[in-house]
């Protein structure tokens, strides 16, 4: 009697990101450029749109020194970039903003924007996209994670990069990613497959935690929680 053949193991397929929630959150990050005192260099780095009265996510190191809390320029200059609803071309300063709070410990600033680039008043609609945001908690090791930001490399657009939940160092308030982190990604987005914004990349321009290959560290957004709901509840009060 011939064996019985075993039963052939299906690989499961993943679900991709759906393309409109992949371009909401693309055209939902931004870019900050801060201008550093007495150095003829910018700090630059990413943010996610929390609000449509521009409220930003970001890292603190992107604006300022996480351990002295002192601002890179004592003007509070903040420059947000936003890019073209095409997303092929590189993202153009049209706003001003300025740091609303800060969290050292955790790395995460909260900015909102006040004036257009040339310093004017905000118009009543600022055109802006809004990310939406997940629950950190429910990330799993496996779990699909992508980086959204402006690291630089090959150009100023937007860049995404597409990588898993790699494990977690729940003690230091860290999700661990094999997606690809660089310079400029810091303050920008780590999103789930459903692109919703659930941790902020923020390991590549961190000079005390570094880890070697490709393992970067992204901090989870609900660790943020007391920024966003500061974010919003400014927006609702109008002020």
Same mark, same amino acid.
């Not at 039963?7 to 759906?18: A, F, R, V």
């Not at 909401?24 to 003829?40: F, G, H, N």
């Not at 902020?200 to 966003?228: H, M």
């Given at each position: 009697?011939?064996?019985? @053949?075993?039963?052939?193991?299906?690989?499961?397929?993943?679900?991709?990101?759906?393309?409109?929630?992949? +371009?909401?959150?693309?055209?939902?990050?931004?870019?900050?450029?801060?201008?550093?005192? /007495?150095?003829?260099?910018?700090s630059a780095g990413s943010?996610?749109?929390?609000?449509?009265?521009?409220?930003?996510?970001?890292?603190?190191?992107?604006? !300022?020194?996480?351990?002295?809390?002192?601002?890179? +320029?004592?003007?509070?200059?903040?420059?947000?970039?936003?890019?073209?609803? +095409?997303?092929?071309? @590189?993202?153009?300063?049209?706003?001003? %903003?300025?740091?609303?709070? !800060?969290?050292?410990?955790?790395?995460?600033?909260?900015?909102?924007?006040? %004036?257009?680039?040339?310093?004017?008043?905000?118009?009543?609609?600022?055109?802006?996209?809004?990310? @939406?945001?997940?629950?950190?908690?429910?990330?799993?090791?496996?779990?699909?994670?992508?980086?959204?930001?402006?690291?630089?490399?090959?150009? %100023?657009?937007?860049?995404?990069?597409?990588?898993?939940?790699?494990?977690?160092?729940?003690?230091?308030?860290?999700?661990?990613t094999d997606a690809e982190?660089?310079? !400029?990604?810091?303050? !920008?987005?780590?999103?789930? /497959?459903?692109?919703?914004?659930?941790?902020?990349?923020?390991?590549? %321009?961190?000079?005390?935690?570094?880890?070697?290959?490709?393992?970067?560290?992204?901090?989870?957004?609900?660790?943020?929680?007391?920024?966003?709901?500061?974010?919003?509840?400014?927006? /609702?009060?109008? /002020?």
């Open positions: 009697m011939p064996p019985t @053949p075993s039963p052939t193991l299906e690989e499961p397929t993943p679900t991709p990101l759906p393309s409109e929630a992949l +371009n909401r959150a693309l055209l939902a990050t931004v870019q900050i450029i801060v201008p550093v005192d /007495r150095e003829s260099r910018s943010g996610s749109v929390l609000t449509e009265e521009g409220h930003i996510l970001t890292n603190f190191h992107v604006v !300022g020194n996480p351990d002295t809390g002192q601002l890179y +320029n004592r003007r509070g200059l903040i420059y947000v970039a936003v890019s073209p609803s +095409n997303l092929r071309d @590189p993202p153009q300063v049209e706003y001003v %903003a300025e740091l609303m709070q !800060g969290d050292q410990v955790m790395d995460l600033a909260l900015i909102k924007i006040i %004036a257009t680039q040339d310093g004017r008043g905000l118009p009543a609609n600022l055109n802006l996209t809004t990310m @939406p945001v997940g629950d950190s908690d429910t990330v799993e090791i496996g779990d699909e994670l992508s980086i959204i930001g402006f690291p630089g490399l090959g150009g %100023a657009t937007v860049t995404f990069t597409k990588g898993s939940v790699a494990g977690f160092l729940t003690d230091e308030g860290w999700i661990k982190i660089n310079p !400029g990604n810091s303050g !920008g987005a780590a999103i789930n /497959r459903d692109g919703q914004l659930v941790g902020i990349p923020s390991a590549a %321009a961190t000079e005390t935690v570094r880890l070697p290959g490709k393992i970067g560290l992204v901090r989870p957004v609900n660790l943020a929680q007391p920024l966003i709901e500061l974010a919003l509840t400014d927006a /609702r009060e109008g /002020r």
